[in-house]
Every structure is written in structure tokens, then in C-alpha cells.
């Protein structure tokens, strides 16, 4: 081939855009030439157009951190999804550095949940037995003004079991029912000064007339307003539609309390989190708290919404006039002698999107298949291996054990006072859906957390079963960061960066 075959396909809504570099008929062109091989390689749904092109620059590079491909392979990058990590991350700093109503709740979480697990230490004594819980550091810490911000609660989440050891699970005083441990949420919350600030605050924003409230404001309309905006949609709406109607007819205060509503929705977080810390599906004391907080509180604002955008992106370049289905088809009618995927996070959901593809279309299409911290569900891949598994020759899973998953804040190391935790412990934490429910601990792929467990459903578990057995097989494996000395990639982002895990990619899939 006389020159190198560099292929940058932007999409949008699956359907190829025009700024794309190089043509999908060139590729059809290059194709027809007997014994191609061709890369095709899928970033991470959450990266920004600019920064896809980068991370495509960088791999398709001669020399530094790339993949180091000889001049006789076709090179594809799909440029999919723009990315919303930086709002994301923007509106998230913001609530943490500023916002009462979200530290007051995130901070009394943190306490009365520490307070009330119950787990054996060797002076038999309860968590706050042990830690002295100071509310002011606390809050401190939910700020990022003090603490590790790295992992700001260590001292509390150390006391924890081992969160692989299904035996050894914290529960939550188990002489007390759920409803008992909420009601107690409910009267420690309804009495705590940052919070009843905060309400102050809404009341003013949210205010009746003069005649009809019911004694002085004493709140910053200001400061309500700003509250109010930071909330998702629903969460205003439950506050907003309840208080024009008082207004409307004329009611104070009484009619409607802004405090005594959003005590009762706190509450139900509260029982969110004890029911998952007694089912053993928590994350952790701090994610959790922090994802139960966000699912009803802020959801639009910390990415769930979006996230279910960029899976519906994937699947759109599989229908009508989508790229995918282009692709699958100029690949069917001239087949690559070798065909290796790269799907890096939620580029495995493209990649698992386009083997049920090849599988409709009765495609003659075989490939090797490279996964960098998949964000694939594991319902999905599952389902993926069992339609389309005698199409993959080679499969390489290469992902960060429980450990180092757990201590990867997704904002950055310097943000985990924020969330502590990687994209995929997000992911399944607060983003993924069963049709119109939340699905909380959803079983990722990449995570080691849902390899195997005697907590998970029977369907979860026989999936969990089907993607052992498949990287059993010979071909297949997963390198685990850092034990299996093939990937030593400490972040979520860090594997399509790291050089140990693209020398590991480059000898498995890539050596002549």
C-alpha cells in the first residue's frame, strides 16, 4: 500500500458527518485489495469530538504512546458522540463547593449511615465507637476543604468488609426495620441547621405574596433561586407546581411545606441506601450516598440522561441510514483477512452493537475483539457472545481490579471528595436503566466487582457464568491491572494512554 490508510469517521446520531477525513467510498476501495487488515477503534462515549480526534492521532501515530501499526494496515476511528464530561464535571463541583442543600444531605447521610452499621471489629464495637464523627470535618470534606481528596471518608471506608467477601457485608442494625432507620433520617435531617438554611432559602425563591406566607422570610431569595436550578427537572417541578398552586388560592405557608417535602424525599434516599447496603449492592458508604443523592436529586445535571443519549447513538448507527450498518456492509462484501476491534468504555456498547449486526445480516465477517474497560452491561455482552461468539477469534479484556476501580475518582484523583470512584462504578451506580426503572448495581463487563457473587440475581449470575466461560476459551483472556503484569493503567481514561497496555495490545493482536 503506498501510503498509510488513516480513516477519522465523525458520526452524529449514528449517521457519518461530513467533516470526517477520508471517504467511506476510499475505504470501500482499499478494501478490494486481497489480503487487507483493518483496525477499527471506538473511544469512549463520554469524550469530546476534539479530544476523539486527539486520542486517534496519538494511536495512529509512528512513534510515542500509539499502537505502532505497520504502513499495510487500514486504520479506522469512529469520532462518536460528543462528550459531556466537562459539564458534567462543572455542574457537579458546583453542587459539592456550593450548594447547602445537596452538602447538608450528602454530609448528614454520611454520618447517621456510618453511625448505624454494624460491623465486627475485634473490640466488638460499632463504627462510631471507633471514628469520632465530627460534623463540621465532615462537611469539610464533602466541600474538598479538607481530607484526602483523593478518597476523603478512607478512615470510615476502611472499617467496611472487604466488598468482594459476600459473607462479610455490613448490614444496618438489624433490629430496626428500614422504615424505623428512614423515620430516624427524617427527625436528624428535619433538625439540622444547613439544611433548614437551605429550605429558608427555597421558601424565599418559592415565596407567596406578602399576605399569604405566614410570618417574615428569612431566606435569600438568591440563594433559592440558585438551589432551584441546580435540581433536575422532576425535583423542581415536586417543589415549583406545588407552591404556585398554594399561591393561586391564596394559602400560606401551611398549605405547603418547601421543608417538609424534601425531608420525605430524603428520607426515601436514606432507605435507598440501607435497602442496598442490607442487599449487599452498595459501592461503598461515600458512592453510595453520593448516587442515591444525584438519582433524585440531580439527575439531569449528572450525566444519566446523557448516558442513555450515547446508548441510543450506538444503537442508531445499526438502523436506517446509520454508519455502523455501512460499515458491516462494505466489510461483508470484502472481507478484511484480519479484522481487529478496539472498544474502549462505552466503545464496547458500539462494538457489541455491530456483532449483533453481523449476525442479522448473516455477515461472513470474523474479527479479533480488544476491550479496554468496558462499560458494556454484562447483560448485554452476554447476550452479544451467545448470538455472535463464533464470530470473535480472539477476544482481550484488559480493566482495573476492584481495588484500583474503587479508588479511580471519574472527576480526577484531586476530585474524589466529589465521587471516589471509577466511570463504570458510576455507571452502574446512578446511570443504567431497566426499560423505565433505575437500575442500581447493574453489572458491568469490565468490573472484577460482578465476576462472581452470591448477592447477585440468578439472571446476573448466569450471565456473570456465560462471560467467564466465554474467556476461558482459548484465544480469550482477561488482564486484570495490575496482576496480570500486562496493563499497569491505574485510571479509567489511562488505558488507550498507557504503554504497558498498548505493548500488550500491540504483541496480541498486532504482531506479524
Known amino acids: 500500500m503506498a501510503e ?192 433548614l438554611s437551605a429550605t429558608d432559602d427555597l421558601d424565599a425563591a418559592l415565596a407567596l405574596d406578602e399576605g399569604a406566607r405566614g410570618g417574615a422570610l428569612t431566606g435569600s431569595e438568591a440563594e433559592g433561586a440558585q438551589i432551584l436550578s441546580r435540581l433536575d427537572k422532576d425535583a423542581s417541578l415536586e417543589l415549583i407546581a406545588p407552591a404556585a398552586a398554594a399561591k393561586a388560592q391564596g394559602l400560606g405557608r401551611g398549605a405547603f411545606s418547601i421543608t417538609a417535602t424534601l425531608v420525605t424525599k430524603a428520607g426515601a434516599v436514606a432507605l435507598h441506601c440501607i435497602k442496598r447496603f442490607r442487599n449487599h449492592r452498595d459501592h461503598g458508604l461515600h458512592a453510595t450516598i453520593v448516587e442515591e443523592v444525584c438519582r433524585a436529586f440531580y439527575a439531569d445535571k449528572i450525566g444519566a440522561t446523557v448516558w442513555g443519549w450515547m446508548g441510543e447513538d450506538a444503537a442508531r448507527h445499526f438502523t436506517g441510514k446509520g454508519f455502523g450498518l455501512e460499515l458491516v456492509s462494505a466489510f461483508s462484501a470484502n472481507p478484511p483477512s484480519k479484522l481487529v476491534i478496539i472498544g474502549h468504555s462505552a466503545g464496547s456498547i458500539w462494538a457489541s452493537k455491530m456483532l449483533a449486526s453481523i449476525v442479522k445480516s448473516a455477515s461472513p465477517i470474523n474479527l479479533d475483539l480488544c476491550l479496554l474497560a468496558p462499560a458494556a452491561r454484562s447483560d448485554l455482552f452476554a447476550k452479544t457472545i451467545a448470538a455472535a461468539g463464533g464470530h470473535i477469534r480472539h477476544c482481550s479484556m484488559f480493566t482495573m481490579d476492584d481495588g484500583l476501580e474503587r479508588a479511580d475518582a471519574v472527576l480526577g484523583h484531586d476530585k474524589g471528595f466529589i465521587y471516589p470512584s471509577s466511570l463504570l462504578y458510576l455507571v452502574s451506580g446512578l446511570f443504567e436503566r431497566d426499560k423505565s426503572e433505575a437500575y442500581v448495581d447493574a453489572p458491568i463487563l469490565g468490573m472484577q466487582r460482578f465476576a462472581e457473587g452470591d448477592w447477585l440475581t440468578e439472571e446476573e449470575a448466569d450471565n456473570a457464568k456465560a462471560i467467564a466461560d466465554f474467556f476461558k476459551k482459548s484465544g480469550h483472556r482477561i488482564c486484570y491491572s495490575k496482576e496480570s503484569g500486562l496493563t499497569d493503567a491505574d485510571t479509567h481514561g489511562g488505558f488507550d494512554d498507557n504503554a504497558l497496555t498498548l505493548k500488550s495490545v500491540h504483541e496480541q493482536f498486532f504482531k506479524p
Open 4 to 195: 498509510r490508510a488513516i480513516f477519522k469517521f465523525i458520526t452524529s446520531a449514528g449517521e457519518l458527518d461530513a467533516a470526517s477525513t477520508g471517504s467511506i467510498d476510499d475505504l470501500k476501495e482499499r478494501l478490494k485489495s486481497p489480503g487487507t487488515k483493518v483496525l477499527l477503534y471506538l473511544h469512549g462515549g463520554l469524550v469530546s469530538q476534539k479530544a476523539g480526534m486527539a486520542i486517534a492521532d496519538k494511536l495512529s501515530a509512528k512513534a510515542g504512546t500509539s499502537l505502532a501499526l505497520d504502513d499495510d494496515w487500514i486504520q479506522i476511528y469512529i469520532i462518536w458522540r460528543t462528550g459531556v464530561l466537562e459539564e458534567l464535571k462543572e455542574n457537579w463541583i458546583e453542587l459539592a463547593e456550593n450548594d447547602k442543600l445537596y452538602q447538608s444531605l450528602v454530609r448528614k447521610l454520611i454520618v447517621f449511615l456510618a453511625q448505624r452499621l454494624h460491623i465486627p471489629l475485634k473490640e466488638g464495637r460499632a463504627i462510631a465507637d471507633v471514628v469520632p464523627i465530627d460534623e463540621q470535618d465532615i462537611l469539610d470534606r464533602v466541600r474538598g476543604e479538607s481530607g484526602d481528596p483523593k478518597r476523603p471518608f478512607k478512615e470510615l471506608e476502611a472499617l467496611l468488609p472487604d466488598p468482594l467477601d459476600e459473607t462479610a457485608r455490613a448490614t444496618l442494625e438489624p433490629e430496626k426495620s428500614e422504615e424505623q432507620l428512614r423515620n430516624e433520617f427524617e427527625d436528624y435531617l428535619s433538625e439540622d441547621p444547613l439544611f
